[in-house]
Protein backbone atom coordinates (compact mmCIF):
# COMPACT_ATOMS: atom_id res chain seq x y z
CA UNK A 1 0.00 0.00 0.00
CA UNK A 2 2.75 2.43 0.75
CA UNK A 3 4.35 1.96 -2.26
CA UNK A 4 1.04 2.95 -4.23
CA UNK A 5 0.98 5.86 -2.28
CA UNK A 6 4.12 7.26 -3.38
CA UNK A 7 3.34 6.58 -6.75
CA UNK A 8 0.14 8.61 -6.22
CA UNK A 9 1.96 11.55 -4.66
CA UNK A 10 4.36 11.52 -7.29
CA UNK A 11 2.03 12.22 -9.57
CA UNK A 12 -0.26 15.14 -7.64
CA UNK A 13 3.26 16.50 -7.47
CA UNK A 14 3.70 16.60 -10.82
CA UNK A 15 0.58 18.02 -11.87
CA UNK A 16 0.84 20.49 -8.78
CA UNK A 17 4.64 21.59 -10.26
CA UNK A 18 2.47 22.04 -13.58
CA UNK A 19 -0.25 24.01 -12.35
CA UNK A 20 2.34 26.35 -10.83
CA UNK A 21 4.36 26.86 -13.72
CA UNK A 22 7.17 25.23 -11.93
CA UNK A 23 7.45 22.04 -13.74
CA UNK A 24 11.27 23.59 -15.28
CA UNK A 25 14.63 22.51 -14.94
CA UNK A 26 14.95 23.84 -11.03
CA UNK A 27 11.32 22.31 -10.17
CA UNK A 28 12.63 18.72 -11.19
CA UNK A 29 16.04 19.49 -9.74
CA UNK A 30 13.90 20.14 -6.06
CA UNK A 31 11.71 17.09 -7.06
CA UNK A 32 15.10 14.86 -7.51
CA UNK A 33 16.60 16.54 -4.79
CA UNK A 34 13.83 15.78 -2.22
CA UNK A 35 13.47 12.05 -3.03
CA UNK A 36 17.11 11.52 -3.13
CA UNK A 37 17.50 12.93 0.85
CA UNK A 38 14.34 11.17 1.80
CA UNK A 39 15.98 7.66 0.27
CA UNK A 40 19.35 8.40 1.87
CA UNK A 41 17.83 9.25 5.26
CA UNK A 42 15.13 6.01 5.38
CA UNK A 43 18.24 3.97 4.05
CA UNK A 44 20.72 5.09 6.97
CA UNK A 45 18.38 4.58 9.49
CA UNK A 46 17.20 1.02 8.36
CA UNK A 47 21.17 0.11 8.68
CA UNK A 48 22.06 1.96 11.42
CA UNK A 49 19.30 -0.25 13.34
CA UNK A 50 20.12 -3.57 11.57
CA UNK A 51 23.53 -3.03 12.73
CA UNK A 52 22.23 -2.72 16.21
CA UNK A 53 20.51 -6.03 15.99
CA UNK A 54 22.85 -8.30 14.14
CA UNK A 55 26.13 -8.49 12.63
CA UNK A 56 27.57 -10.40 9.04
CA UNK A 57 27.89 -13.86 9.58
CA UNK A 58 31.96 -14.83 9.60
CA UNK A 59 32.13 -18.56 11.32
CA UNK A 60 30.84 -21.97 10.57
CA UNK A 61 28.70 -21.25 13.76
CA UNK A 62 27.24 -18.20 13.05
CA UNK A 63 25.85 -19.93 9.71
CA UNK A 64 24.78 -22.40 11.50
CA UNK A 65 22.40 -20.66 13.84
CA UNK A 66 21.72 -17.41 11.42
CA UNK A 67 18.58 -15.99 13.61
CA UNK A 68 20.45 -12.45 14.11
CA UNK A 69 23.22 -12.49 11.44
CA UNK A 70 23.45 -10.67 7.99
CA UNK A 71 24.73 -11.68 4.63
CA UNK A 72 27.08 -9.76 2.44
CA UNK A 73 29.27 -10.97 -0.36
CA UNK A 74 31.50 -13.22 0.71
CA UNK A 75 29.00 -15.22 2.85
CA UNK A 76 25.82 -15.17 0.58
CA UNK A 77 26.47 -18.62 -1.67
CA UNK A 78 27.50 -20.19 2.18
CA UNK A 79 24.11 -19.43 3.74
CA UNK A 80 22.00 -19.41 0.97
CA UNK A 81 22.93 -23.83 0.40
CA UNK A 82 22.26 -24.13 3.89
CA UNK A 83 19.41 -25.89 3.81
CA UNK A 84 20.80 -27.89 0.32
CA UNK A 85 23.60 -30.18 2.47
CA UNK A 86 23.48 -33.34 0.67
CA UNK A 87 25.88 -32.33 -2.16
CA UNK A 88 28.45 -31.26 0.80
CA UNK A 89 27.48 -33.95 3.33
CA UNK A 90 27.05 -31.35 5.77
CA UNK A 91 24.13 -30.70 8.02
CA UNK A 92 23.68 -28.02 9.91
CA UNK A 93 21.99 -27.85 13.20
CA UNK A 94 19.24 -25.51 12.79
CA UNK A 95 15.18 -25.69 12.66
CA UNK A 96 14.82 -22.94 10.17
CA UNK A 97 11.10 -22.06 9.53
CA UNK A 98 9.64 -25.19 9.33
CA UNK A 99 6.02 -26.77 10.90
CA UNK A 100 6.58 -28.06 14.25
CA UNK A 101 5.28 -31.55 13.21
CA UNK A 102 8.15 -31.15 10.62
CA UNK A 103 10.76 -30.92 13.06
CA UNK A 104 10.81 -34.25 13.53
CA UNK A 105 12.41 -35.23 10.39
CA UNK A 106 14.75 -31.84 9.57
CA UNK A 107 17.79 -34.04 8.82
CA UNK A 108 15.92 -35.60 6.08
CA UNK A 109 14.43 -32.79 4.51
CA UNK A 110 17.24 -30.39 4.61
CA UNK A 111 19.35 -33.42 2.90
CA UNK A 112 16.75 -33.79 0.39
CA UNK A 113 15.60 -37.06 1.19
CA UNK A 114 12.92 -38.73 -1.32
CA UNK A 115 11.70 -41.96 0.14
CA UNK A 116 9.30 -44.36 -0.89
CA UNK A 117 8.74 -47.81 1.10
CA UNK A 118 11.96 -48.40 2.16
CA UNK A 119 13.91 -46.61 -0.32
CA UNK A 120 15.17 -43.72 0.55
CA UNK A 121 17.85 -41.29 -0.96
CA UNK A 122 18.89 -38.05 -1.07
CA UNK A 123 19.25 -35.99 -4.06
CA UNK A 124 21.36 -33.44 -5.02
CA UNK A 125 20.62 -29.89 -5.98
CA UNK A 126 20.85 -30.01 -9.78
CA UNK A 127 18.48 -32.27 -9.64
CA UNK A 128 15.98 -29.61 -8.05
CA UNK A 129 14.73 -26.09 -10.04
CA UNK A 130 13.32 -23.21 -8.61
CA UNK A 131 10.98 -21.17 -10.34
CA UNK A 132 8.65 -18.37 -9.86
CA UNK A 133 6.18 -19.77 -7.38
CA UNK A 134 7.29 -23.39 -7.90
CA UNK A 135 9.66 -25.77 -7.52
CA UNK A 136 10.54 -28.96 -9.82
CA UNK A 137 12.13 -32.18 -8.33
CA UNK A 138 13.91 -34.18 -11.18
CA UNK A 139 13.85 -37.61 -9.80
CA UNK A 140 15.73 -40.66 -11.59
CA UNK A 141 16.04 -44.85 -11.60
CA UNK A 142 13.38 -44.71 -8.56
CA UNK A 143 12.25 -48.63 -7.72
CA UNK A 144 9.84 -49.72 -9.94
CA UNK A 145 7.40 -50.74 -7.03
CA UNK A 146 3.83 -48.13 -6.91
CA UNK A 147 3.13 -46.57 -3.86
CA UNK A 148 3.53 -42.69 -2.26
CA UNK A 149 6.49 -40.76 -2.99
CA UNK A 150 7.62 -38.52 -0.16
CA UNK A 151 9.63 -35.35 -1.15
CA UNK A 152 11.67 -33.25 0.91
CA UNK A 153 9.12 -30.19 0.82
CA UNK A 154 7.23 -29.03 3.97
CA UNK A 155 3.29 -28.43 3.06
CA UNK A 156 1.65 -26.02 5.54
CA UNK A 157 -1.58 -25.57 3.38
CA UNK A 158 -2.28 -28.41 1.21
CA UNK A 159 -4.95 -26.00 -0.35
CA UNK A 160 -1.98 -23.52 -1.13
CA UNK A 161 -0.46 -26.21 -3.95
CA UNK A 162 -0.88 -27.75 -7.41
CA UNK A 163 1.24 -31.00 -8.19
CA UNK A 164 2.10 -32.24 -11.48
CA UNK A 165 3.84 -35.56 -12.21
CA UNK A 166 5.70 -35.52 -16.09
CA UNK A 167 3.18 -32.77 -16.78
CA UNK A 168 -0.03 -34.10 -15.46
CA UNK A 169 -1.77 -33.07 -12.61
CA UNK A 170 -1.94 -35.34 -9.42
CA UNK A 171 -3.81 -35.68 -5.86
CA UNK A 172 -1.16 -34.57 -3.24
CA UNK A 173 -1.02 -35.94 0.40
CA UNK A 174 0.99 -35.04 3.38
CA UNK A 175 2.16 -37.18 6.35
CA UNK A 176 2.74 -36.76 9.90
CA UNK A 177 5.60 -34.44 9.27
CA UNK A 178 3.77 -32.33 7.22
CA UNK A 179 5.89 -33.20 3.91
CA UNK A 180 4.24 -33.95 -0.08
CA UNK A 181 3.31 -37.30 -0.86
CA UNK A 182 2.04 -38.16 -3.90
CA UNK A 183 1.02 -41.97 -5.36
CA UNK A 184 3.91 -43.31 -7.96
CA UNK A 185 2.53 -46.18 -10.38
CA UNK A 186 4.58 -48.99 -11.10
CA UNK A 187 7.63 -48.75 -13.33
CA UNK A 188 7.58 -45.04 -13.45
CA UNK A 189 11.55 -44.47 -12.30
CA UNK A 190 12.38 -41.65 -13.85
CA UNK A 191 9.94 -38.91 -13.32
CA UNK A 192 9.78 -35.21 -12.86
CA UNK A 193 7.44 -33.65 -10.40
CA UNK A 194 6.68 -29.83 -10.29
CA UNK A 195 5.16 -28.23 -7.01
CA UNK A 196 3.36 -25.01 -7.94
CA UNK A 197 2.33 -22.27 -5.31
CA UNK A 198 -1.15 -20.89 -5.76
CA UNK A 199 -0.88 -17.42 -5.55
CA UNK A 200 -3.94 -15.78 -3.47
CA UNK A 201 -6.85 -13.72 -4.94
CA UNK A 202 -5.82 -10.63 -2.89
CA UNK A 203 -2.07 -10.71 -4.40
CA UNK A 204 -3.34 -11.10 -8.11
CA UNK A 205 -5.41 -7.44 -7.03
CA UNK A 206 -3.16 -6.05 -6.22
CA UNK A 207 -0.73 -6.99 -8.65
CA UNK A 208 -3.58 -5.80 -11.25
CA UNK A 209 -4.02 -2.54 -9.27
CA UNK A 210 -0.59 -1.76 -9.36
CA UNK A 211 0.45 -2.19 -13.18
CA UNK A 212 -3.15 0.15 -13.41
CA UNK A 213 -1.76 2.58 -11.65
CA UNK A 214 1.44 2.48 -13.76
CA UNK A 215 -0.53 2.35 -16.67
CA UNK A 216 -2.51 6.02 -15.30
CA UNK A 217 1.12 7.15 -14.75
CA UNK A 218 2.77 6.48 -17.78
CA UNK A 219 -0.32 8.11 -19.37
CA UNK A 220 -0.42 11.03 -17.50
CA UNK A 221 2.89 11.64 -17.81
CA UNK A 222 3.05 11.38 -21.42
CA UNK A 223 0.32 13.71 -21.76
CA UNK A 224 2.00 16.40 -19.46
CA UNK A 225 4.63 16.10 -21.78
CA UNK A 226 2.54 16.95 -24.57
CA UNK A 227 0.49 19.56 -23.35
CA UNK A 228 3.89 21.63 -22.74
CA UNK A 229 5.52 20.76 -25.69
CA UNK A 230 2.39 22.13 -27.28
CA UNK A 231 1.88 25.05 -25.25
CA UNK A 232 5.71 25.61 -25.63
CA UNK A 233 5.22 25.77 -29.55
CA UNK A 234 2.60 28.63 -29.08
Not at 44 to 58: C, D, L, P, T
Not at 96 to 107: G, L, M, P, Q, T
Amino acid sequence: MLAIIIVLLSVCAVFTLDSMKMLKIWGVSLVIMVSLISVIVSEQSFISNEKSMYHIAKSDKDIANPWDKLVNSSNYNKMLSINQTADTNKYFIYNDYNKKSARENDVSIFNHEVSIGNYRKSISNKDIESGYQEITYKLRELPSDSGRLTLPFVIYDKNNYNVYLNSRKVELYVNKYSQLQIYKGKNLQNIDVKVKYIVPMKYRVVNIVSAVIVGMNIFFISYISYKNKKHGNR
